[in-house]
């Protein structure tokens, strides 16, 4: 029973470099989502997905770009990172905007 | 503009005592409000809230949401040392968008 499963869990890049996250999710949800959390500052959204196909920005989007070519994956792209983005990233799902949200165990990326 | 606060952003209480955390929110058209416990990694779900007036009960935890005067509490009775985390409020709003608070840390004293 795997939930929401992120990769990679660690990650160090050089500033001007690219990456990808991968969060996949097996219990079918239709909306997914992508977080990053700063100290004092919660979880800010960067990008969601209604549904395969579909795409929309959160509140913090620039910098980063997302595809939703599968309804189980939910892909988080950095072009060319920099050090603002050392962050830990945290992927999430649900069903329907009426239930909970179940999260992944995170990514933490630190950009030097 | 769409917001969630929390207050306070941080407590430290001593074993036994209760906390009170607080959540209020300006949001269009409001779908449910949930609380989330992060320890070490990834948030773990509390209570989902959609109804003013009906408190839920968990244990030790319990929370309440006013529709009316746009805000809930989360309350912890006789408090442990297992208690000390950060303390999230999300709400859910115009159909998909799910923002979170700054959240509130707690940290228990034994």
């Known amino acids: 029973n795997a939930g929401v499963t992120q990769t990679p869990k660690f990650r160090v890049l050089k500033t001007g470099q690219s990456m990808t996250l991968l969060c996949a999710q097996d219990?079918?949800?239709?909306?997914m989502y992508w977080y990053r959390q700063d100290p004092g500052m919660g979880l800010r959204l960067i990008h969601y997905?209604?549904?395969?196909?579909?795409?929309a920005k959160g509140e913090v989007p620039d910098g980063y770009n997302v595809s939703r070519l599968k309804k189980q994956n939910f892909l988080l792209g950095l072009e060319s990172a920099a050090p603002s983005q050392t962050s830990v990233y945290f992927c999430a799902s649900r069903e329907g905007y009426g239930n909970t949200i179940y999260f992944g165990e995170g990514s933490w990326l630190t950009v030097v | 503009e769409d917001k969630v606060v929390q207050s306070p952003l941080s407590l430290v209480v001593h074993e036994g005592d209760t906390v009170t955390l607080n959540c209020s929110y300006e949001v269009t058209n409001f779908r449910s409000l949930l609380w989330y416990k992060q320890e070490k990694k990834a948030p773990t779900f509390l209570f989902m809230l959609t109804s003013s007036g009906i408190e839920k009960k968990s244990g030790r935890l319990s929370s309440i949401l006013d529709k009316k005067e746009l805000f809930s509490i989360l309350n912890i009775t006789a408090t442990q040392t297992g208690d000390s985390a950060i303390y999230l409020c999300?709400?859910?709003?115009?159909?998909?968008?799910?923002?979170f608070g700054a959240g509130t840390t707690v940290t228990v004293r034994a």
């Open positions: 997905s209604v549904g395969e196909g579909t795409t």
């Open positions: 219990m079918n949800h239709e909306y």
């Open positions: 999300a709400v859910s709003y115009n159909d998909y968008k799910l923002s």
